[in-house]
């Protein structure tokens, strides 16, 4: 069994800073992952790419986040970190975090965490 574990979010005044982190891991055996990254939905709206990382440390953002927000991942604990710097509410949303795994290429979710940034 897949899991994603997220945790971070919460609520911030704009400008402030957050950092999310997600842990992928399997039961019983190994879990080898590709790219790794975070979707976001903000209430009313779709689910858009915030950021992913691949295996080998490309990275892609949305251009609403370049300059503001980082990602990050450690391929031997299979976890990916993003940090979020001078918030704004537009970026109030879920987050949730995603994994794709290399030997499948099936897409794997976690539960989903709230960032909130007030005004």
């Known amino acids: 069994q897949v899991q994603l574990v997220e945790s971070g979010g919460g609520l911030v005044q704009a400008g402030g800073s957050l950092r999310l982190s997600c842990a992928a891991s399997?039961?019983?055996?190994?879990?080898?992952?590709?790219?790794m990254g975070w979707h976001r939905q903000a209430p009313g709206k779709q689910r858009t790419l915030v950021a992913l990382?691949?295996?080998?440390?490309?990275?892609n953002y949305a251009d609403s986040v370049k300059g503001r927000f980082t990602i990050s991942r450690d391929n031997a604990k299979n976890t990916v970190v993003l940090q979020m710097n001078n918030l704004k509410p537009e970026d109030t949303a879920v987050y949730s975090c995603?994994?794709?795994?290399?030997?499948?290429?099936?897409?794997?979710w976690g539960q989903g965490t709230l960032v909130t940034v007030s005004s």
């Open positions: 990382v691949s295996r080998g440390g490309y990275t």
């Open positions: 995603f994994a794709n795994e290399r030997a499948s290429s099936r897409q794997y």
């Open positions: 399997r039961t019983g055996t190994i879990f080898t992952v590709n790219n």
